[in-house]
């Protein structure tokens, strides 16, 4: 199969009762076991089929298939937030005395997580440039378990070359590489045919894609997720609903035709914004002025629809400007729908709040990101219509 109908036909089956073409919408909680089972989560046998729904639930379960079969997994496990999947694959795979390498720049909600929360549990956490294969290579130690790619990053759009780090890292004995993927999408990269052990989507932006359900998975071996299965799904408990894996099921049969879409608009407004006049930098992996334009060319098959870009002016006054001023461009955060988003990430606020660089690292950071940049996710309208919008405020 192709990709395009692996995305509508993957997980899902014609409901033998009714013959009802799409996929039904199974909200129960609990569910009568075929014959008698234990009560405890860990005395199920799976011959019983569903039994409670934070164990297991069939509308779930479809989407699980769909978004595995796209990723090429064995298997996957969807949670309430793609930060609820993040959750799952760090507390579920770490332990006290264990330490972890995750990159200088996450998403914001993976830095806090990590800055703020790991250290209680006496996990050791570094945070490295992954961009520079050298400083990944000396942050391992004998006890690093995991190393944390995130490619392309949000909001850097700094990417991380999988295979060679995914080798690096096992070859000096770390277990997991885990590859949030959530800017690619399956559509542009799949992380474990290049060698990384787990993959995580929020599942809230281009794999739902209509900015209308929270939802996070972790995708991997089949032995991998049962084990998070039963500590994240069954005993953290951040399950996904079924009316929610109904929605993103929808998403996602579209998936393949959006992403191409969201990329080759994403190209047109990047390009127009670099001829303009008040821009002073724009990053998207697609153009060859990105920094890492070559490892692009090879890692992803579809550059995404996300941009970034700075202004010659205060980036803020134009963002008061945008907040009154924009027509079909909302100035909200989020990404990955049909509705262009946009929003402005302030260097020095988010520099306080989230990632707290100093030295070497604050100095990369300013070099990257100026005053602050804008975060562009570039929807479904005509991209003349984006570029537009975008004018009236620049
Ligand atoms: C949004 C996002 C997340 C978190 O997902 P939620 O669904 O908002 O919890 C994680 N990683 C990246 C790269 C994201 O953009």
């Known amino acids: ?43 199920e046998d799976e011959s019983a089929g569903y039994i409670y729904a934070r164990s297991g639930n069939p509308t779930v379960r479809q989407l699980e298939e769909k978004l595995a ?4 997994a064995e298997d996957a496990r969807c949670f309430a ?25 996450a998403y914001s909600g993976t ?16 945070f490295v440039d992954l961009t520079n294969p050298e400083a990944v290579a000396a942050a391992i130690t004998p006890q690093t378990r995991m190393l944390w ?8 759009l700094q990417l991380a070359d999988i295979a060679a780090l995914s080798d690096l890292a096992h070859a000096k004995g770390v277990r997991d590489v885990v590859v949030d993927s959530t800017f690619a999408s399956p559509i542009a990269t799949r992380p474990l045919t290049l060698g990384a052990d787990f993959v995580v989507h929020s599942l809230t932006k281009y794999i739902g894609g209509h900015g209308d359900a929270m939802g996070g998975a972790v995708l991997g071996r089949k032995a991998d997720m049962d084990a998070l299965n039963l500590e994240a799904a069954v005993h953290f408990g951040g399950v996904l609903s079924p009316f929610n894996a109904w929605l993103i099921m929808r998403g996602a049969e579209t ?8 990329a080759e608009q994403a190209m047109a407004v990047a390009r127009w914004l670099e001829a303009h006049p008040a ?6 992996p697609g153009l060859p002025s990105h920094p890492q334009h070559d490892l692009a060319r090879r890692q992803m098959a579809n550059f995404s629809g996300m941009v970034t870009f700075q202004t010659h002016e205060d980036g803020a006054d134009i963002a008061r400007r945008m907040v009154k001023d924009l027509q079909h461009v909302h100035f909200a955060v989020s990404l990955g729908h049909l509705r262009s988003l946009i929003y402005w990430i302030g260097t020095d606020d988010i520099l306080k709040s989230t990632y707290q660089h100093e030295g070497a690292a604050e100095a990369r950071f300013r070099a990257l990101l100026g005053r602050g940049i804008f975060r562009l996710s570039v929807g479904l309208e005509h991209a003349d219509d984006i570029c537009a919008d975008l004018g009236r405020c620049l």
Do not use: Q
């Open 1 to 43: 199969m192709k990709i395009e109908t692996t995305a509508i036909h993957a997980g899902e089956a014609v409901d033998p009762h009714t013959r009802a073409s799409s996929p039904n919408l199974v909200m129960s909680s609990t569910f009568l076991p075929r014959e008698l089972t234990g009560f405890s989560a860990l005395d």
């Open 279 to 284: 821009v002073s930098r724009v990053y998207y």
């Open 111 to 126: 830095a806090e997580f990590i800055r703020y929360s790991l250290p209680r549990f006496g996990i050791r956490t570094s």
């Open 81 to 105: 937030s793609g930060i609820a999947a993040t959750h799952a694959v760090i507390m579920g795979r770490l332990s006290a005395g264990d330490h972890a390498i995750f990159p200088e720049n």
């Open 149 to 156: 790619l995130e490619t392309p990053c949000n909001p850097t």
């Open 69 to 72: 079969a796209l990723e090429g």
């Open 255 to 262: 998936l393949p035709i959006r992403m191409r879409a969201h």
